[in-house]
């Protein structure tokens, strides 16, 4: 295929098949989010699909990161999904786009944005309250998104109208709604919905009635799934293309758990399954990194299951976006069934090694605590979303009575971790499953100062603990002390959006929450893997880039640092560990490190 041509207009059809300028057309997509992805790393991926012999691109978009605060909006740097569009174009791919205001992708919140949560609104329904935030956002995206139509002479093939939205709920009235808001800004490509292939989340989720497509998420067995996808369409008398909308090549990983592994020969033949009966869309294709604290949560009915920062999800391309054995099998199988289609030598970047970069100052966050944030005074501790904070951590202090030698006290209804301090002196940790637990302390005078400092571990991504009340962080009610709340708080916001106004100069005291910053000079930067053995848990930062989260559960014990994120000359990593562990010594190496779990 040429690169497409912004002056040429080609014509994308539905009918009983997928037709371009009235030819026959198997889409062979691969999904990339540029949104986990450094900018730089962009083109790489992009050609390595193109090198493979697929014809086009899948993102998400996520509006929690292009909206981050109430109607203000952020499509630059390694948001800039125009560019990535363009990117694509130029290389001569195509464009599946999906905007929908929810998007899962094991992404913080599901893509929605956390002040949301201040709205007063019913999220994925008609509640008008809500559909006034899609409606403003969609203001700004779709005339972004208007151009690179095809009708346009851009790349955008079609877009979705809601994510899997026959495993949420059934309103109809509201998916017109999303299909008729994008109308109405200028969207006059084809659209369709993604969900479950079978016959429950299709008739709940799928808007088959408005002659509007209907795709199928699955991972294996795809006559099995095209099978009963095609009973559904005959109910209706559809005669359209079956597609894969997600082809689940690999998986998400979540904190101490095992790595999920897919052998390599048996994805190129399940792919094979499908694309003799349809076309595909792989999910993904090259996963990236949830930079920040943008990793997602799986729901369960007790204790929610935060995934990790990588987002390798053992794709075609791994996390660095460097073709994997699954990328050369699904190369082979390609070239076997397929030997019309085009292929290349895929690209490979090279990685560096650097040990030994020594520790040039540390600081205890009690210490530096004023530096980095000012203090919100109320008679009851107030959640995160009160304190117009989306993610991060949040310091609760106030200073408690002494009434007995030994005290009791309690969490209640915290989210999600909490670590306790008195007179900063850790005394205990508990988790979500533990939060609420029994605590019990020894003042060593009257008017102890009691410091909660309180971790969003991510916000889930799937399910009905989407709905508003569920995902509030912090602490959602207080902390009784014998029988009763506690009052009179200091609440410290500690989103972490910048390292800038850490106060080294301050004191660092063993064994509590502290920053450790290391400096080193790289005459050529390359990709690598920051080594955090011996660490905690906590965050890094990387020249003020917050990479994302670490944890010595694992699986993973290292951290990727795109090389876009390294300076050539001087690079300051800044790490915040919460455990009151360290190491005089770090490291960056070319390849992860992983911690050995056995499974179950």
Known sequence: MKPLSKEGKTIFEIKEDFLLDNKPFKILSGAIHYFRIHPDDWYHSLYNLK????????????????????????????????????????????????????????????????????????????????????????????????????SQGGNILMMQVENEYGSFGEEKEYLRTMVKLMRQKGIDLPFFTSDGPWRATLRAGSMIEDDILTTGNFGSKAKENFTSMQAFFDEYDKKWPLMCMEFWDGWFNRWQEPIVEREPEELAEAIHEVLELGSINLYMFHGGTNFGFMNGCSARRQTDLPQITSYDYG?????????????????????????????????????????????????????????ISRPVSSVYPKTMEELGQNT?????????????????????????RAQLFVDYEWVATQNQNEIGEDIFIWQKEEGSQLDLLMENMGRVNYGPKLLADTQRKGLRQGVMADLHFVTNWQQFCLPFETSQTIDFTGKWEEGVPSFYQFDTEIED???????????????????????????????????????????PGNNKIVIFETEGRYQPKINLLAVPVFKTMKEG
């Open 51 to 150: 090198a493979l012999g697929f014809n086009t691109v899948e993102t998400y978009v996520p509006w929690n990161m292009h909206e981050p605060t109430k109607g203000n909006f952020c499509f630059d740097g390694i948001l800039d999904l125009e560019r990535f569009l363009k990117i694509a174009q130029e290389m001569g791919l195509y464009a599946i786009v999906r905007p929908s205001p929810y998007i899962c992708a094991e992404w913080e919140f599901g893509g929605l944005p956390a002040w949301l949560l201040n709205e007063n609104c019913q999220i994925r329904t008609s509640d008008p309250d809500y559909l006034i935030h899609v409606d403003a956002y969609y203001d700004v995206l779709m005339a972004k998104l208007s151009p690179y139509q095809l």
């Open 315 to 371: 794709a075609p391309l791994n996390e660095e976006g460097n073709p994997t054995e699954k990328y050369y099998a699904i190369s082979r199988m390609l070239h076997h069934y397929y030997p019309e289609i085009q292929q290349k030598e895929p690209l490979v970047k090279e990685s560096m090694t650097m040990k030994g970069i020594p520790l040039t100052a540390k600081v205890s966050l009690f210490a530096t605590i004023d530096a």
């Open 392 to 416: 991060g951590y949040l310091l609760y202090r106030t200073i408690i009575s002494k009434d007995a030698d030994k005290e009791k006290i309690r969490m209640i209804d915290g989210r999600d």
């Open 525 to 567: 930067p390359r990709d690598c893997f920051i080594d955090l053995s011996g660490f905690g848990k906590g965050i890094v930062f990387v020249n003020d880039v917050n990479i994302g989260r670490f944890w010595e559960v694992g699986p993973t014990l290292s951290l990727y640092i795109p090389k876009g994120y390294l300076n």
